[in-house]
């Protein structure tokens, strides 16, 4: 599912998207283009196209909220009752 949210705040848009999958029990969210928020879980994800881990990704942007044709994929972790994501892999 995607919710569009253009936004000139792009940690903005990043808080929100984590805690939308949060509050829709999703373990994985994406950011693309700025502005557009990906949700699912493992077995609704396809993440094994195209994928490569960070350092090797060429079009890093500022608060790692994807770009064109750029999707920056973050886990969900329930770290001590409270919830943390990673980015362990991009650009799909």
Sequence with gaps: MSVQ???DGTQIIFEFCGKEAVA???DYFGVEFYGECYFGNADELSL???LVKLDECDQRCKWDVGGPHT???YK???VLGGYTCSN????L
């Design 24 to 26: 829709r029990k999703k």
């Design 71 to 73: 999707m920056m994929i």
């Design 5 to 7: 949210r253009n936004t």
């Design 76 to 78: 969900v972790e329930d």
């Design 88 to 91: 362990k892999y991009s650009r």
């Design 48 to 50: 094994g196209q195209g």
